[in-house]
T-cell receptor, first 113, second 112 residues
Framework: ETGVTQTPRHLVMGMTNKKSLKCEQH?????MYWYKQSAKKPLELMFV???????ENNSVPSRFSPECPNSSHLFLHLHTLQPEDSALYLC????????????FGPGTRLTVL | GNSVTQMEGPVTLSEEAFLTINCTYT??????LFWYVQYPGEGLQLLLK?????DKGSNKGFEATYRKETTSFHLEKGSVQVSDSAVYFC???????????FGSGTKLNVKP
């Protein structure tokens, strides 16, 4: 089984919809991350969780709401998004939040109409 | 602050050509440096890393040397293959905290 999985791989939603992205890691890691990848822009770190606790929120709008019920699962709940939120959302995990390699999932391609 | 700058793409090469993708960084302290690769439709995969000055990271024929004096971490490969076509990201990680700063990516196209 691959290390970090994300579902769905593609999502199209309207601005009034509510949807959730799911990330699962099978690596026994304790830290998980959400990144946003927009065309021609550097990856933007959104949230960091360490042992289920949020340790960083990189000034992300409240229409993005993360949830980490345990160290293996990470969700990103989406509501009332804007077209400019269309991007590839990447999940990553690492052993800890100090000096460890991050392993990435394949991403969810989100399109907001 | 911390930041990474890498050359804009796309870079188009013929098979067996020599590859260089430039990366420079700005950082406080002693960061670790990384190259990640993203194949079409996939997430980022770690390609190589270096954790201190003068370290050379290498993997799959790619290599990069951590140059503190020029704040650079250029990616090189002596002979590229069509299967190397992907987007390459340079990144730095702050010392002792797992916060990454990524460049905007360089797309490599290798033609047969």
């Amino acid at each position: 089984e691959t290390g970090v999985t994300q579902t769905p791989r593609h999502l199209v939603m309207g601005m009034t919809n509510k949807k959730s992205l799911k990330c699962e890691q099978h690596l026994g890691h304790n830290a998980m991350y959400w990144y946003k990848q927009s065309a021609k822009k550097p990856l933007e770190l959104m949230f960091v969780y360490n042992f289920k606790e949020q340790t960083e929120n990189n000034s992300v709008p409240s229409r993005f709401s993360p949830e980490c019920p345990n160290s293996s699962h990470l969700f990103l709940h989406l509501h009332t998004l804007q077209p400019e939120d269309s991007a590839l959302y990447l999940c990553a995990s690492s052993t800890s939040t100090t000096r460890d390699t991050q392993y990435f999932g394949p991403g969810t391609r989100l399109t907001v109409l | 602050g911390n930041s990474v700058t890498q050359m804009e793409g796309p870079v188009t090469l013929s098979e067996e050509a020599f590859l260089t993708i430039n990366c420079t960084y700005t950082a406080t302290g002693y960061p670790s440096l990384f190259w990640y690769v993203q194949y079409p439709g996939e997430g980022l995969q770690l390609l190589l890393k270096a954790t201190k000055a003068d370290d050379k990271g290498s993997n799959k024929g790619f290599e990069a040397t951590y140059r503190k004096e020029t704040t650079s971490f250029h990616l090189e490969k002596g002979s590229v293959q069509v299967s190397d076509s992907a987007v390459y990201f340079c990144a730095l990680r702050e010392y002792n905290f797992n916060k990454f700063y990524f460049g905007s990516g360089t797309k490599l196209n290798v033609k047969p």
